[in-house]
């Protein structure tokens, strides 16, 4: 089965009907096909950062509940090598604007050979992925 990154935008978009990325990030998840969405907890902790104010706090909890017990999502952990092979990432990327959980997501989806991120990030096509929410 093929497997996609998920990224922040993608589940802040699917989360949040307001999202300016929500109608594309249902469209693309209902047109996928079956695949398997691979994410971390790095991506989770900026969700709940993204949703932390009232109301979207509930749907961020309900959210991250929902994606942690589903069978085609699997949620890495985050670990001290991630968090340090991220790290040198971004020290040599020093004119890039990406952030370290960007530079973990890069890494691990080098790693894996994934190609797709479900994402609207332009940093994913600068590190040369898809982004399969972009226009």
Not at 49 to 77: K, M, Q
Not at 88 to 110: H, Q
Request: hydrophobic share 40%; aromatic share 10%; charged share 25%.
């Amino acid at each position: 089965m093929k497997t996609v990154f998920a990224d922040t935008g993608y589940w802040v978009a699917l989360l949040n009907p307001k999202d300016q990325w929500h109608d594309k990030a249902m469209f693309t998840s209902k047109n996928l096909g079956m695949v398997r969405q691979l994410t971390t907890e790095m991506v989770l902790d900026e969700l709940l950062a993204a949703l932390s104010r009232l109301p979207e706090r509930t749907f961020a909890i309900r959210g991250v509940d929902a994606i942690r017990t589903n069978p085609n999502v699997e949620v890495l952990p985050q670990t001290s090598i991630q968090f340090r092979e991220a790290y040198g990432l971004y020290k040599r990327v020093a004119d890039k604007e990406w952030s370290l959980t960007d530079c973990a997501s890069f890494e691990i989806m080098k790693a894996r050979g994934i190609t797709e991120a479900l994402t609207h990030d332009h940093h994913f096509e600068q590190a040369g992925f898809t982004a399969l929410l972009r226009p």
